[in-house]
T-cell receptor, first 110, second 112 residues
Framework: EADIYQTPRYLVIGTGKKITLECSQT?????MYWYQQDPGMELHLIHY???????EKGDLSSESTVSRIRTEHFPLTLESARPSHTSQYLC?????????FGPGTRLLVL | GQQVMQIPQYQHVQEGEDFTTYCNSS?????IQWYKQRPGGHPVFLIQ?????EVKKQKRLTFQFGEAKKNSSLHITATQTTDVGTYFC????????????FGKGTHLIIQP
């Protein structure tokens, strides 16, 4: 298993709250990614980064934002959570094309 | 952009039967990766294929990359209950993260 961590693993929160999902990797990978995945469904790329100070939006439009101030850290923030944000959020990192996924954060917005 | 088709979406098999999932791309690929996601889990890397016509084996799993580098397959021989999960292909056509596309996955359901 790869050394990539996500916290929290589960989060239940009320509408309108600001939340930050944490993702850290200890492999020194430059590339990092955030995916959104509903149960039993496909992976949707919402953000990615090529390295420090690099952030790009993915294929799926998302109201979240990301930052990459340190190589090992790629947090995702929702300024105002809504029930439509309920999903699983998966973080991944890669050196080349092979991606190593974290365990995910399951978010429920009430 | 690159179009990726993965079929079938669902596959029900009896334990001991074989299983195959296919990925097809509209463009020539640099490489392809395969991942497995157990129910409730996260995708885990299985293998990468790079060369035209490449065939790789991992125990009961056989991975193939097409001669034209536009398609790939994953074949499981004599499925076991531990094979349950969703199998994703990830196709890379070059150009950074923009060139990396996941298939929609094939859900393997095994009946004992």
């Amino acid at each position: 298993e790869a050394d990539i961590y996500q916290t929290p693993r589960y989060l239940v929160i009320g509408t309108g709250k600001k939340i930050t999902l944490e993702c850290s990797q200890t492999m020194g990978h430059d590339k990092m990614y955030w995916y959104q995945q509903d149960p039993g469904m496909e992976l949707h790329l919402i953000h990615y980064s090529y390295g420090v100070n690099s952030t790009e939006k993915g294929d799926l439009s998302s109201e979240s934002t990301v930052s990459r101030i340190r190589t090992e850290h790629f947090p995702l923030t929702l300024e105002s959570a809504r029930p439509s944000h309920t999903s699983q959020y998966l973080c991944a990192s890669s050196e080349r094309e092979t991606q190593y996924f974290g365990p995910g954060t399951r978010l429920l917005v009430l | 952009g690159q179009q990726v088709m993965q079929i079938p979406q669902y596959q029900h098999v009896q334990e001991g039967e074989d299983f195959t999932t296919y990925c097809n791309s509209s463009t020539t690929l640099s490489n392809i990766q395969w991942y497995k996601q157990r129910p409730g889990g996260h995708p885990v890397f299985l293998i990468q294929l790079v060369k035209s016509g490449e065939v790789k084996k991992q125990k009961r799993l056989t991975f193939q990359f097409g001669e034209a580098k536009k398609n790939s397959s994953l074949h499981i021989t004599a499925t076991q209950t531990t094979d349950v999960g969703t199998y994703f292909c990830s196709m890379y056509s070059g150009g950074g993260a923009d060139g990396l596309t996941f298939g929609k996955g094939t859900h393997l359901i095994i009946q004992p």
